[in-house]
T-cell receptor, first 117, second 109 residues
């Protein structure tokens, strides 16, 4: 099956710093990647949809200046949490859709656990 | 608005069968997914239904009725490792995944 990797798996940073999370599709080309955030005991919350070569589409309530998304190639999307604060501490998960697949399945990365002190 | 409903939590016994229901109201329908998510991990794909009926895959089966806006995930011969959250998600007319809040399944010996 299709594999999506995320890096780093976990990160601890000080308040005010920026953190970059990478999402890679390893064995397929992903024209669309998705970024989710999940707080403990809650469901996935879609933050933004990232299309290769164009600007990301952010969900209502998600600050695009704070969560910078870049989808520079068909296999890589990055999420940068700028000036992180403790309330940004969460589990960030990316997924990628293989455009060749008929049923539009999303393949998930393993997630990145961010802790902001 | 768009809405996915599934029970918050269910408990079942090892070796038994459990059915997790999901009802949905979405703008358009391009398929329904079930994902399994263990605590602290990302979701993993279990099944996809776009036509009415039952899809069987080993110990897991998924059913869909589009006219009723209803699906269920059936887990047989439950094992302790099946303790996880089960997420129902619908692909709407914009090919956006609409997620349910998940059902936490607790398996007891």
């Amino acid at each position: 099956g299709a594999v999506v990797s995320q890096h780093p798996s976990w990160v601890i940073c000080k308040s005010g710093t920026s953190v970059k999370i990478e999402c890679r599709s390893l064995d397929f080309q992903a024209t669309t990647m998705f970024w989710y955030r999940q707080f403990p005991k809650q469901s996935l919350m879609l933050m933004a949809t990232s299309n290769e070569g164009s600007k990301a589409t952010y969900e209502q309530g998600v600050e695009k200046d704070k969560f910078l998304i870049n989808h520079a190639s068909l296999t890589l999307s990055t999420l940068t949490v700028t000036s992180a604060h403790p309330e940004d501490s969460s589990f960030y998960i990316c997924s990628a859709r293989d455009a060749r697949e008929d049923h539009n399945e999303q393949f998930f990365g393993p997630g990145t656990r961010l802790t902001v002190l | 608005g768009q809405n996915i409903d599934q029970p918050t939590e269910m408990t079942a016994t090892e070796g038994a069968i459990v059915q997790i229901n999901c009802t949905y109201q979405t703008s358009g329908f391009n398929g329904l997914f079930w994902y399994q998510q263990h605590a602290g991990e990302a979701p993993t794909f279990l099944s996809y239904n776009v036509l009415d009926g039952l899809e069987e895959k080993g110990r897991f089966s998924s059913f869909l009725s589009r006219s009723k806006g209803y699906s269920y995930l059936l887990l047989k011969e439950l094992q302790m490792k099946d303790s996880a959250s089960y997420l129902c998600a619908v692909l709407d007319s914009n090919y956006q995944l609409i997620w349910g809040a998940g059902t936490k399944l607790i398996i007891k010996p």
